[in-house]
């Protein structure tokens, strides 16, 4: 037999106002960084940005392969943004990447938060 939920009333306004708190200072984060980013701090990204692309490249020599954890890691950036940083390289002609390795995790997507994740009941507590 099926067992049915019952949700209520108090508990979806809860989850409700939570995800507007969170689009809500989404949105604030956004804003403030649009309205910071100025053509100086532009310049300093793109040289912070340039710094990276040869950090990644530093020591691969003209052929290489890349443990993204790791280099992620001794660079002090998540692995996704290496990925990123790997791709904006290749647009610019600097590599060509030719291979890609992957796991499959099926854990999934890592950027969103746990408590807006189905059928987490978690942050209750917040």
């Known amino acids: 037999m099926e067992q049915s939920q019952t ?7 809860k989850d409700c106002g939570h995800i507007c708190a969170m689009m809500v200072e ?5 804003a403030q960084l649009a309205g910071s980013a100025t053509p100086q701090l532009q310049d300093l990204f793109d040289q912070w940005v340039s710094l990276l692309g040869r ?44 291979r890609v390795s992957f ?10 938060c746990p408590c807006m994740k189905e059928g987490d009941s978690d942050h209750d507590g917040d």
């Open 26 to 30: 989404s949105v604030t984060t956004t």
């Open 103 to 112: 796991t499959a995790t099926g854990s999934g997507n890592r950027e969103v």
């Open 7 to 13: 949700v209520s009333i108090d508990e979806i306004a």
């Open 55 to 98: 950090e990644i490249l530093r020591n691969e020599g003209a052929n290489g392969e890349i443990d993204i954890a790791e280099r992620a890691g001794k660079i002090g950036i998540s692995s996704s943004s290496l990925l990123h940083l790997l791709l904006s390289l290749e647009r610019k002609g600097e590599i060509e990447i030719s």
